[in-house]
Structures are given as C-alpha cells and as structure tokens.
C-alpha cells in the first residue's frame, strides 16, 4: 500500500548523493529499511529523530520516516522527498501524522518494498542524463569486433567518460583478457546472472574490476554460458543510470539476453570484413538483431575484395557507414606490452574511436545523432 499526498514524484539530482536518511526507533522497522537500502546499493544515515546537526534533515536525498518517529519530526523543515513508513496496515492516525510532518508518501511494509527500493536508488544515485550505449557486433567470426569494443571503452574512458564495458558474449573467452585483467579482482558475469529487478548503478560500478580508467563486467574462464533476460536488464539499466558511456560486446547469435541488450542500446556497431561472404553473413546478423534495434550502421574493415570498398559494403546491407576501421600493425605486440586496444592514443584505431566518440552525442528526448556517410534512404536515425 502507498499513498500519495503530492502531485509530483521524488526530487531526482544529479549524480550520486550518498544514501537517504532514516529516523526510528523500531527495531524491526529498521532492519526492514536498512535491508531495502542495501539492495538499492545505497548506505543511510540513522537518527532517532532530525538530525540535530545543520543541514542533515534538509540535505538529505530523502528522508525514511518510521510512523513511530513521526511526533519527533513535527517541528522539522517542510521539504520534498518525505515519505512515512511503517508495518501497521490498520494505523488509523497515519494520514494525521503525514500532514504533521509534510510527507509526500505513506508506505506499508511489506507492500511498499519494490517501489520504495527504485526510490530509494533513485534518490541516492541521482537520475540524470543515462549513458550513450553502444554495442558491437561482428558480421562474422574473427571480424575484430572486441577489438574495436575494447578501443571504444579504452578512448572513452581517456577522453573523461565515465564509462563501462560489458561483455555480452560468454563464448568470446572474456573481454578482460584484450585488456590485459585476466586476473583483476572483481565480480564477473557469474555473480549476477541471477540478478532480478533492481541494482544499484553506483554498487555496479564499485564491484567491478577497474582497467585503463574504466569498470568491466566479463566472463571467467570456466563458467555458465548464458545470460538470462532479466540480469541483462538488471546490469545494463544500472550501467546506463550511470551516465557516461556503455559499450557492450555482442555475439551474432540473439537468444533472450542478447535481445535484451540490444533493446537498450541507443546504437549498433556492425563489424563487417570486406568481402562477399563476410556482408552475406552480415546481412543475416542485421537482420536479427534489426528485430530489436532500430539503429544499426556499418563500420568497414579492409582489406577489401577486388571492387570493394567501405561504401559498397555498407550499400550492400542497406545500412548508413560509419566508417572504415583502420588496420593498426603491432597490435597484438602491444597487448603483450599491456597496451589494450586503443591504449595508445596516436595509433589509427584509437583516431578512429575517438572521432565517433567527438562525433556522437545523446540528446534528451531525440536519442542519437551520430555523424555518418551517406547511405541508402531509410538506414537509421541521422
């Protein structure tokens, strides 16, 4: 049971704020509001009434009332983002004491838990621009496309975005191994796959191995091989209330997490050789996943059969070219070296990853602009 006594939903900031304040003294309440605030990833303040420090009701990202704290915090600053909470569900005052204290919302636990979870994160984290999310898709085996996954995390991540890179393919061997952390402590895929509903972005992110200035979500070496639908929806709407830049890794086949990723992608990258039977299998791949995304283009990668350029290649899968992905000599010596994929920031590929980075932007309410090449009419967003 919820109740609303205002019109408007929950202050929402920008960026992480630390977690909301709670003020009780039920001990069972309390165990309740603090386990609801560890599955939104969020640590809370606890008074036995307003804090009586300057500041510490008012600047609160939220404040967690228990109806048996209510008389305590009669006298407190009006604000937003008030709610009353408690488990009696046949408190005959509740409504009295909301007014007395101006809150927004009157909750009973249980009933509440999943909606005041999403509030909970929410306020603690900030919802503000989410993520330009990226994957990458090969037209076919060996077609470099977590090589170019890799470079676009790695440019982004120099450039000063926040940024994550999942491996959305647990047959790929695991993306960390491009970047050279193989055996960097942090979570992977098999800690989350039973995810469901909501987890915490900043939670995420802290769990995560941090490589080259960015958070990688990978694969172990001998692990399950499936991502279910709801944990793909769990990761990647975390990673996305993040901000920043998400690049994910896709395999060519689609099965329930695949389809998962690709709904919440604002782009595709499709990574296609230039050669008839590579842009044959790519046009079965576009077609997959173009069930799901609506925006898919081209990036080319020579050398090219003989009448073949990136412009024929993209005009073949009727899909707008984003570019042509640049040979790099050394690259495999330079990952020996420790030097990732885009880690050197005068080689081609990380040029290449940064124009599309300079070139992309996120706009609210009208999705992707991404300088292109002109391609066929009817090729995607422009």
């Known amino acids: ?24 003294e039920d001990v069972e309440l309390l165990d309740d509001l603090l386990r609801l605030c560890a599955a939104a990833g969020a640590e809370p303040e606890v008074h036995h009434g307003p804090p009586e420090r300057r500041g510490g009701w008012e600047q609160a990202p939220m404040v967690l009332v228990g109806d048996d704290a209510a008389a305590r915090c009669r006298g407190a600053a009006r604000r937003r983002g008030v709610l009353l909470v408690g488990r009696d569900q046949d408190d005959p005052d509740v409504w009295r004491k909301a007014v007395e204290i101006g809150a927004e919302y ?15 994160a929410n306020a ?14 090969g037209g076919r085996g060996g077609s470099g496309a977590s090589t170019l996954a890799c470079s676009l995390a790695v440019t982004a991540a120099r450039s000063g975005r926040r940024t994550m890179l999942i491996d959305g393919d647990p047959l790929g061997g695991g993306i960390d191994v491009l970047l050279g ?4 402590e942090g979570m992977r895929w098999p800690d989350f796959v039973h995810s469901k509903g909501r987890l915490g972005g900043g939670a995420l992110e802290d769990s995560l191995p ?16 499936v991502i279910p639908a709801q944990a793909m929806q769990a990761v990647l709407a975390a990673a996305r209330r993040l901000g920043g830049a998400v690049v994910v890794d896709l395999p060519r086949r689609v099965d329930g997490g695949v389809a998962e990723a ?25 077609a997959m996943a173009g069930m799901v995304l609506d925006d898919i283009r081209v990036v080319a990668r020579g050398p090219y059969a003989a009448g073949l350029d990136g ?21 495999l010596a330079a990952q020996d070296g420790g030097v990732p994929p885009g880690g050197g920031a005068r080689g081609p590929l990380a040029r290449f990853c940064e124009a599309f980075w300079d070139r992309a ?20 967003r422009s």
């Open 106 to 120: 009157v909750l009973r636990l249980p009933d509440s838990e999943n909606w005041l979870v999403d509030q909970i």
């Open 311 to 331: 412009q024929w290649v993209a005009q073949a899968l009727g899909l707008p070219l984003v570019g042509e992905l640049p040979l790099e000599s050394g690259l």
């Open 1 to 24: 049971m919820a109740g609303s006594l205002a019109r408007e939903g929950l202050p929402i900031a920008e960026g992480r704020r630390g977690g909301p304040l709670i003020v009780t």
């Open 181 to 184: 952390g193989e055996r960097a």
């Open 210 to 225: 941090a490589l080259h200035g960015l958070r990688v979500l990978s694969w172990g070496r001998d692990d399950e091989v």
């Open 361 to 380: 932007d996120v706009r609210y309410g009208s999705g992707l602009t991404v300088g292109t090449t002109t391609g066929p009419a009817g090729g995607g």
């Open 262 to 286: 690709l709904a919440q992608l604002d782009l595709g990258l499709l990574v296609v050789p230039g050669e008839l039977r590579a842009v044959a299998a790519a046009k079965r791949v576009a």
């Open 124 to 137: 603690s984290e900030g919802v503000g621009r989410p993520a330009l999310t990226v994957g990458v898709i």
